[in-house]
């Protein structure tokens, strides 16, 4: 069975910075695409930054200059090194990988990990 484990969260201050990991169970370049989305309480859970197979990198107005999402094949992960944090990208972080399942696009979601920016 499938599985992406997020890792990586914390708590850091307003300025700081914080690298997330997703490492999945299989080879990443079977996923059509992988990507970062976050959730607060009572929010839609909203698009960080994703990558396609083809390395085309696609980020949220509020985190492009600011967030880096990158990708390493031989360990099969995926990870987002957010700097210049703001206490506005408090949230719950989740992996997401989109692969073609059964002719359709099917979507696989990590736990999820929690980072905390402090004012």
């Known amino acids: 069975q499938m599985q992406l484990v997020e890792s990586g969260g914390g708590l850091v201050q307003a300025g700081g910075s914080l690298r997330l990991t997703c490492t999945a169970s299989?080879?990443?370049?079977?996923?059509?695409?992988m990507g970062w989305y976050r959730q607060t309480p009572g929010k839609q859970r909203e698009l960080v930054a994703e990558i396609t197979r083809g390395g085309s990198r696609n980020y949220a107005d509020s985190t492009k200059g600011r967030f880096t999402i990158s990708r390493d094949s031989a360990k099969n992960t995926v990870d987002l090194q957010m700097n210049s944090l703001e206490p506005e990208d408090t949230a719950v972080y989740y992996c997401?990988?989109?692969?073609?399942?059964?002719?359709?696009?099917?979507?696989?979601w990590g736990q999820g990990t929690q980072v905390t920016v402090s004012s």
């Open positions: 299989r080879n990443i370049f079977t996923f059509t695409s």
């Open positions: 997401n990988a989109r692969y073609f399942s059964g002719g359709e696009i099917a979507t696989h």
